[in-house]
């Protein structure tokens, strides 16, 4: 029963490049959540989907930054015409259908660099 | 907003030392969460509370959330050098499907 995956790893870009970050949450989990983490800092909520939809993204800037999960493949995190300051760990975690909240399940992250 | 403020921001302890972070909340929370996080990893899963009052018990660890469900508290008895990491609470306060706040953690260094 594999985890959460998140890809890549790692990935560095250079200003105004743009990145997409790919998730796929655990089996039977509809819920998806896309969190940032700065060094030394807490997780930061940016998005919250399920399938073809978005629930909740009071946490998204406004510009550059979009997210989708469609009825087909991963969740997508996609950030257009990086700068210095996107540096940072995403985070993306699953949990299963059902209004009881449950823990979430992370998956490990991927980390990115913007050079 | 709403917001979850966690003390300590930092803790060094030798090991065998007991070790507590705080977490407070402003408005009354739904449930609280714990999570740990190694240097380098990713948050895990500890605990949910859901009840005022609860206090629940893993091992050495024992949570526990305020009777006005503004507060928790994680205790780790007796550290050992395994316990290193970041440890986070994270508030869900019940009006959005799927926000946790997260507390900016308390970084635990155990020194054996």
């Known amino acids: 029963n594999a985890g959460v995956m998140q890809n890549p790893r790692h990935l560095v870009r250079r200003r105004g490049q743009e990145a997409r970050l790919r998730c796929s949450p655990m089996k039977g989990h509809s819920h998806v959540y896309w969190y940032r983490q700065l060094p030394e800092e807490g997780l930061k909520f940016m998005v919250y989907l399920q399938k073809e939809n978005i629930i909740d993204e009071s946490g998204m800037p406004k510009e550059r930054f979009s997210a989708e999960f469609p009825k087909e493949g991963p969740s997508i995190l996609r950030i257009q015409q990086v700068v210095r300051g996107d540096s940072a760990a995403y985070f993306c975690a699953s949990s299963p259908p059902g209004r009881e909240k449950r823990g979430y399940t992370f998956g490990s992250g991927t980390r990115l660099t913007v050079v | ?112």
């Not at chain 2, 007796?78 to 926000?99: I, L, M, P, R, W």
């Open chain 2, 1 to 112: 907003g709403q917001q979850v403020m966690q003390i300590p921001q930092y803790q060094h302890v030798q090991e065998g030392e007991d070790f507590t972070t705080y977490c407070n909340s402003s408005t009354t929370l739904s449930n609280i969460q714990w999570y740990k996080q190694r240097p380098g990893g990713h948050p895990v899963f500890l605990i949910q509370l859901v009840k005022s009052g609860e206090v629940k018990k893993q091992k050495r660890l024992t949570f526990q959330f305020g009777e006005a469900k503004k507060n928790s508290s994680l205790h780790i008895t007796a550290t050992q050098t395994t316990d290193v990491g970041t440890y986070f609470c994270a508030g869900n306060y019940g009006g959005s499907q799927g926000n946790l706040i997260f507390g900016k953690g308390t970084k635990l260094s155990v020194k054996p």
